[in-house]
């Protein structure tokens, strides 16, 4: 999944959502990459694809397609 600007969306971004929310990229179920503090294994039956954030406000969210208010905040390197 990519930003509006098409880099790439990758975990442990910080990113801007829709209403003024951020969040953090746990997981990007289209490449299969995790934080090591995700349980990949009981999501991956469920979300098979796009990314899933922990937001501040509203908690997880999965995002299955690319939201265009979706704005890199701070790229994080785990």
């Known amino acids: 999944m990519n930003y509006p600007d098409g ?4 975990v ?5 959502l829709e209403g003024g929310m ?5 997981c990007s ?11 990949y294994e009981s999501w991956i039956d ?4 796009g990314i899933m954030v922990d937001s501040d406000v509203a908690g997880l969210i999965h995002y299955s397609e690319p939201n265009p208010e ?3 905040l701070e790229r994080k390197m785990f």
């Not at 880099?7 to 990758?10: A, C, D, L, S």
């Not at 469920?46 to 694809?49: E, G, H, N, V």
């Open 7 to 10: 880099n790439e969306i990758k």
């Open 22 to 26: 951020t969040g953090i990229v746990l």
């Open 46 to 49: 469920i979300c098979k694809t």
């Open 29 to 39: 179920f289209d490449s299969k990459d995790y934080l090591p503090e995700f349980n």
């Open 12 to 16: 442990a971004d910080i990113l801007s």
């Open 70 to 72: 979706f704005e890199l």
